[in-house]
């Protein structure tokens, strides 16, 4: 399904991967997280604590929503008073209520849900963030301050990021590095470095580039767009 | 602020567990009105029939209080609640163990499938017939028709529960790395609980009816057997009171005994309901 695929994630970097649906992005995102094992080749993951956010929050519906939180620490063996007052911190840093933490995550909002799922991910201080679309279904308002937040704590703890997206506007927001993925066999046709530091793009400029970026012929080719 | 909270969260825990328990007592009213209705019309059916076929519901209370007071009945009811209960705890321990294993592994959920088919069609009157020439007269018989009766299904039960867990949770687990202690008590075990407890109350439904069965032909006590006592003495009022109290004693099992329990393992179902 993959071809000749060679893809290196350094420390600290936030590498994007985009392409039309099909192409394999997220085979090559679940070889990353280990949930897939490969038929032919490596995956070689030197990150020691490796997490992934996916398209829905998927909180377990039978824990309340602090408990969700910290359920990467829980996993960790850290005890209950620690791992609560982390879950706390990165709750309250995420937007979430006080007495939203007591709740069953079924008695959240969609919005809620998914700050819990930010935060979750973020509990675990992970060295390699894997997103799956992780904002794919969210409106735009949610979107932009989950990216900020992402911002927020990438700036702090210096987290590698591999994200998923089909969204060109998300990956030139948040990405050091964009791959493009052409389908049947999957490979990446295309690589875009971006210069511009995170924090300095503001939205004219993600919007000037968008327009740009897909204007490329490599690009409009993967996604199946006729030249312009 | 901070000192304040622990004592808050106790107050809101407590003001929610005495509304949950309020709110059970209450939907108790809805059970007597029917209940009430039913004996009206087992009393009306009873008025016409005449009472040497079908005894009036207070002649039939009346008898049992009788059997009561004279310390006649209790005896017999311990003697058929440990028979029926043993039958019942031994399948669902090993009913839910080994349904839990078989659901883990595609291939030990194809092969127990057929099996179980066979162990829900075969009646219990050929169990019992089985049972009587394994064990012979005594407990044996009955707890192991009551086991082998219950055994497939809480066997279904925990199966499809381990089955029909979300294979995106499976994901999340991995992801996050939960140890296999966690994926179990974490994940599997709250998902499948909410399979398991409606098969627990059905098998003990189950066990209640068997065990009686088993009592009127194998043993010389218990409810089955004073059943069979009563019947050869043509007692209607006898054999209605032995079937009220048998009936009685399942309600309050499960009334009292199993139905808070799952309100308590499942309430974030309850929760949830009643937000969305």
Same mark, same amino acid.
């Given at each position: 399904?993959?071809?000749?695929?060679?893809?290196?994630?350094?420390?600290?970097?936030?590498?994007?991967?985009?392409?039309?649906?099909?192409?394999?992005?997220?085979?090559?995102?679940?070889?990353?997280?280990?949930?897939?094992?490969?038929?032919?080749?490596?995956?070689?993951?030197?990150?020691?604590?490796?997490?992934?956010?996916?398209?829905?929050?998927?909180?377990?519906?039978?824990?309340?929503?602090?408990?969700?939180?910290?359920?990467?620490?829980?996993?960790?063996?850290?005890?209950?008073?620690?791992?609560?007052?982390?879950?706390?911190?990165?709750?309250?840093?995420?937007?979430?209520?006080?007495?939203?933490?007591?709740?069953?995550?079924?008695?959240?909002?969609?919005?809620?849900?998914?700050?819990?799922?930010?935060?979750?991910?973020?509990?675990?201080?992970?060295?390699?963030?894997?997103?799956?679309?992780?904002?794919?279904?969210?409106?735009?308002?949610?979107?932009?301050?989950?990216?900020?937040?992402?911002?927020?704590?990438?700036?702090?703890?210096?987290?590698?990021?591999?994200?998923?997206?089909?969204?060109?506007?998300?990956?030139?927001?948040?990405?050091?590095?964009?791959?493009?993925?052409?389908?049947?066999?999957?490979?990446?046709?295309?690589?875009?470095?971006?210069?511009?530091?995170?924090?300095?793009?503001?939205?004219?400029?993600?919007?000037?580039?968008?327009?740009?970026?897909?204007?490329?012929?490599?690009?409009?080719?993967?996604?199946?767009?006729?030249?312009? | 602020?901070?000192?304040?909270?622990?004592?808050?969260?106790?107050?809101?825990?407590?003001?929610?567990?005495?509304?949950?328990?309020?709110?059970?007592?209450?939907?108790?009213?809805?059970?007597?009105?029917?209940?009430?209705?039913?004996?009206?019309?087992?009393?009306?059916?009873? @008025?016409? +029939?005449? &009472? *040497?076929?079908?005894?009036?519901? $207070?002649?039939?209370?009346? /008898? #049992?209080?009788?059997?009561?007071?004279?310390?006649?009945?209790?005896?017999?009811?311990?003697?058929?609640?440990?028979?029926?209960?043993?039958?019942?705890?031994?399948?669902?321990?090993?009913?839910?163990?080994?349904?839990?294993?078989?659901?883990?592994?595609?291939?030990?959920?194809?092969?127990?499938?057929?099996?179980?088919?066979?162990?829900?069609?075969?009646?219990?009157?050929?169990?019992?017939?089985?049972?009587?020439?394994?064990?012979?007269?005594?407990?044996?018989?009955?707890?192991?028709?009551?086991?082998?009766?219950?055994?497939?299904?809480?066997?279904?039960?925990?199966?499809?529960?381990?089955?029909?867990?979300? @294979?995106? +949770?499976? &994901? *999340?687990?991995?992801?996050?790395? $939960?140890?296999?202690?966690? /994926? #179990?008590?974490?994940?599997?075990?709250?998902?499948?609980?909410?399979?398991?407890?409606?098969?627990?109350?059905?098998?003990?439904?189950?066990?209640?009816?068997?065990?009686?069965?088993?009592?009127?032909?194998?043993?010389?006590?218990?409810?089955?057997?004073?059943?069979?006592?009563?019947?050869?003495?043509?007692?209607?009022?006898?054999?209605?009171?032995?079937?009220?109290?048998?009936?009685?004693?399942?309600?309050?099992?499960?009334?009292?005994?199993?139905?808070?329990?799952?309100?308590?393992?499942?309430?974030?179902?309850?929760?949830?309901?009643?937000?969305?």
């Amino acid at each position: 399904m993959l071809e000749d695929i060679h893809l290196s994630v350094a420390p600290g970097e936030a590498v994007a991967l985009v392409g039309p649906s099909g192409c394999g992005k997220s085979t090559l995102l679940n070889l990353a997280a280990g949930l897939l094992d490969p038929w032919e080749g490596k995956v070689h993951n030197s990150f020691t604590r490796s997490t992934m956010m996916f398209q829905q929050p998927r909180l377990l519906p039978w824990k309340r929503t602090l408990d969700n939180i910290a359920l990467g620490l829980k996993a960790r063996g850290e005890n209950a008073p620690r791992r609560h007052a982390t879950a706390r911190r990165l709750a309250l840093e995420m937007g979430l209520a006080d007495e939203d933490l007591d709740k069953y995550p079924s008695a959240l909002s969609g919005g809620m849900q998914s700050r819990a799922a930010l935060a979750r991910v973020f509990a675990v201080e992970p060295d390699l963030l894997l997103l799956d679309e992780a904002f794919a279904a969210l409106d735009i308002g949610l979107k932009s301050e989950l990216y900020g937040l992402l911002a927020r704590q990438r700036a702090a703890h210096g987290c590698a990021v591999l994200m998923i997206t089909h969204d060109l506007m998300e990956a030139l927001r948040l990405a050091d590095r964009i791959l493009v993925m052409a389908g049947s066999p999957g490979r990446i046709v295309a690589s875009h470095a971006i210069d511009e530091p995170a924090a300095r793009r503001s939205e004219d400029w993600v919007f000037a580039h968008t327009a740009r970026f897909i204007r490329e012929p490599g690009i409009r080719a993967a996604f199946g767009l006729p030249p312009c | 602020m901070r000192p304040a909270r622990p004592a808050q969260r106790l107050l809101r825990h407590a003001t929610g567990a005495l509304g949950a328990t309020g709110n059970y007592l209450w939907s108790g009213w809805g059970s007597i009105a029917s209940i009430g209705l039913f004996l009206a019309a087992w009393d009306m059916t009873a @008025g016409h +029939l005449g &009472e *040497l076929i079908l005894p009036r519901p $207070l002649e039939a209370l009346a /008898r #049992l209080q009788q059997l009561l007071a004279d310390g006649q009945a209790w005896p017999e009811i311990a003697v058929t609640a440990r028979r029926a209960l043993a039958g019942f705890a031994l399948s669902v321990g090993i009913g839910s163990l080994l349904g839990l294993l078989a659901g883990l592994s595609v291939t030990a959920s194809m092969t127990a499938r057929p099996l179980v088919t066979l162990l829900v069609g075969m009646p219990p009157i050929a169990w019992l017939i089985l049972a009587l020439l394994w064990f012979g007269a005594g407990d044996g018989t009955p707890v192991f028709t009551v086991f082998i009766a219950c055994f497939p299904i809480i066997f279904v039960g925990a199966m499809q529960g381990t089955r029909s867990l979300d @294979g995106q +949770l499976r &994901e *999340l687990a991995r992801a996050f790395r $939960l140890p296999p202690w966690m /994926r #179990l008590t974490d994940v599997i075990l709250p998902h499948v609980v909410s399979y398991l407890f409606p098969a627990w109350i059905s098998a003990l439904g189950m066990s209640w009816k068997i065990v009686v069965m088993a009592e009127l032909l194998s043993t010389e006590d218990g409810i089955g057997a004073a059943l069979a006592v009563s019947r050869s003495h043509l007692d209607t009022a006898a054999s209605m009171a032995w079937i009220v109290a048998l009936v009685g004693s399942l309600l309050a099992i499960e009334y009292l005994l199993l139905e808070p329990v799952k309100r308590r393992v499942e309430s974030w179902r309850e929760f949830a309901s009643s937000s969305s």
